[in-house]
């Protein structure tokens, strides 16, 4: 069985820089997109990004882009969310999941990490 292991959230100002990880263990099929969804309170999980993880390509939710990159470390199975410039409404609980497409709703992940805490103060 797949795992998935996050860490790295925290309390942040605005403006400021915070990077999650996501090590993947058990992991055999390598036709994964690790994605990075986020929750907020009320609020549905949404899509954040992701990355092929043969290949490295990346796609971003517009919300993201040019703030947020995402990164990978293949001796370690662990991919990488740095988020520059955050935004109190960046403040979530983030998930990485692994599915099999590059812009997948919550429904369509298969292995899910534990979540883990942004809150970005103004």
């Known amino acids: 069985q797949v795992q998935l292991v996050e860490s790295g959230g925290g309390l942040v100002q605005a403006g400021g820089s915070l990077r999650l990880s996501c090590a993947a263990y058990r992991l055999t099929f390598t036709g994964y997109y690790m994605a990075w969804f986020r929750q907020a309170p009320g609020k549905e999980r949404e899509f954040v990004g992701s990355?092929?993880?043969?290949?490295?390509?990346?796609t971003y939710v517009d919300s993201v882009k040019g703030r947020f990159i995402l990164s990978r470390d293949n001796a370690k199975n662990t991919v990488y969310l740095q988020m520059n410039s955050l935004k109190p409404e960046d403040t979530a609980v983030y998930y990485c999941?692994?599915?099999?497409?590059?812009?997948?709703?919550?429904?369509?992940?298969?292995?899910w990490g534990q979540g883990t805490q942004v809150t970005v103060s103004s």
């Open positions: 990355m092929r993880w043969s290949g490295g390509s990346t």
């Open positions: 999941g692994l599915g099999t497409l590059s812009a997948p709703s919550a429904q369509q992940i298969n292995y």
